[in-house]
């Protein structure tokens, strides 16, 4: 039998991978963590199951949808984290859906690699992870939300 000749423009079309933990993309990430911890700080029982369903859900959308104004959360976690994904687009550029997705996926590593069954492994990782750089999340009364222009 003869071999078949690799003929240039034949086969898979392999493109190359971002690196999205790069310096570009760090601060984007973490907008979206925080917006994550501010999920888990306001819903104590949210798993990290949920957190993974949540961002493979934003990641279905982007796929389907023209641009990323058309994203409709559907959860609190989720609209956490596209408010995140907001502010660090103001402070920090505007990113493709593609980028999108390839920090979501880093994100979902990232809860894979610290998740405990059925747990919160990867929320109490990222709670202290956080904590160390000084980011601190906590509960606001209504009225504490009011003063801080919070709320109206």
Request: aromatic share 4%; charged share 30%.
């Amino acid at each position: 039998m003869s071999k078949r000749k690799n003929r240039p423009g034949h086969g898979s079309q392999l493109r190359p991978i971002n690196n999205y933990r790069a310096e570009r993309y760090i601060m984007h990430i973490m907008n979206v963590e925080i917006g994550i911890l501010q999920a888990s700080t306001a819903d104590p029982e949210l798993t990290d199951s949920e957190v993974k369903a949540t961002l493979k859900g934003l990641i279905t959308e982007l796929r389907v949808s023209k641009s990323i104004s058309e994203i409709t959360p559907s959860n609190l976690t989720a609209k956490l984290i596209m408010e995140g994904l907001k502010q660090a687009f103001n402070k920090h550029g505007v990113l493709t859906k593609e980028d999108i997705i390839g920090i979501f996926d880093v994100i979902i590593h990232s809860i894979t690699a610290h998740s405990e069954t059925r747990g919160r492994g990867y929320l109490n990782y990222l709670k202290k992870f956080l904590e160390k750089i000084g980011v601190k999340v906590r509960k606001v009364s209504k009225e504490e939300a009011k003063e801080l222009g919070l709320t109206e």
